[in-house]
């Protein structure tokens, strides 16, 4: 896919993960401020469609569910299932530190069949 990339603010500070939908005609893009943004990759063009409910800290990576209507985000000490389509968290699961001081950071996220 190509895109033509202008200048687009997503207003959630940087992105730190970028993942498409199974169509290709979406992304969802993981922000340091705590948002999943989603983009509108159709015609070629990124344009913003909507943003899901804010969390309290980064999200490093996102995974797109094959039904397209979940997203799996995983970031410090937590795993949220959102709904595509309300934007709200369905289910988080809050990981547990083995050192009160030392955040449980989650880098990677996949949604099996």
Known sequence: ???????LLLNGGPVWCLVSNPACTRLAAGTEEGWVVLLDT???????QSRFDSQDSRILCVAWHPTDDVIVSGGIDNIRLWSVTSGRALQRMTLARQDKNKETVVWCVQILR
């Open 1 to 7: 896919l190509f895109f033509s990339l202008g200048e």
């Open 42 to 48: 159709e015609y070629g063009v990124l344009n913003y």
